[in-house]
């Protein structure tokens, strides 16, 4: 009895220290995000959407989610007419440009810095500089950060938008667009679709 008290005793402490393992990694990743900031990386023309794709490559590849977390290629519409009809067509905002939202140390201006078809970071002397709340809201860039109760798995039920009155399963979350993906039936069949974090609840 006292043997297998111990063993209790030992699994309980083991379960303790996992659980505070993991809670400290999760605050360092809050850390992580709160540290990072939208940097504008400079690049070769016409390789906006190339840079995009290597880098979001590299951060699969080396795991490193927590510390580039966006890189987007702003567009806009524009409308042009051809053959006198009009048509409304995306364009990149800021041509041999490309938008990071990530927490700058070595590591990380290494890899973006030395990915194919980029040039440098946009600053003083090539010193990375983060783009400021006003330059940043033109873009359509948000900086506060939405607390949430819910998680992907979670049941919720949009309340507003398009999709109201639907119900359905969080697939995914995207903390820096402030959206989640949901499956939601369309025409007979399953379909993801991406919803602001203002437009649902979590189902109890």
């Given at each position: 009895m006292a043997e297998e008290a111990r063993e209790i005793e030992e699994l309980e402490g083991a379960a303790a220290e996992a659980e505070v393992e993991t809670e400290a990694e999760e605050s360092a990743e809050n850390t992580k995000v709160k540290d990072a900031n939208w940097y504008v990386?400079?690049?070769?023309?016409?390789?906006?959407?190339?840079?995009?794709a290597n880098i979001e490559k590299t951060i699969?590849?080396?795991h490193l989610e927590n510390e580039i977390l966006e890189v987007r290629v702003p567009m806009e519409d524009v409308s042009e007419i051809?053959?006198?009809?009009?048509?409304?067509?995306q364009r990149k905002m800021f041509p041999g440009y490309v938008l990071i939202n990530m927490v700058m140390n070595d590591d990380t201006w290494y890899v973006v810095r030395n990915t194919r078809g980029v040039t440098?970071?946009?600053?003083?002397?090539?010193?990375?500089?983060p783009l400021t709340e006003a330059e940043m809201k033109p873009l359509g860039i948000r900086t506060d950060i939405v607390s949430v109760d819910f998680e992907?798995?979670?049941t919720v039920a949009v309340v507003a938008g398009v999709w109201k009155d639907?119900?359905?399963?969080?697939?995914?979350m995207d903390m820096t667009k402030q959206t989640a993906t949901l499956n939601v039936e369309l025409f007979?069949?399953?379909?993801?679709?991406?919803?602001?974090?203002a437009e649902m609840r979590r189902m109890v």
């Open positions: 990386v400079h690049t070769y023309s016409g390789y906006e959407n190339k840079v995009k699969e590849n080396r051809r053959n006198g009809v009009r048509k409304t067509v440098g970071f946009v600053g003083p002397g090539s010193k990375p500089v992907e798995g979670d639907t119900i359905g399963v969080v697939q995914k007979g069949r399953e379909t993801p679709v991406e919803i602001s974090f």
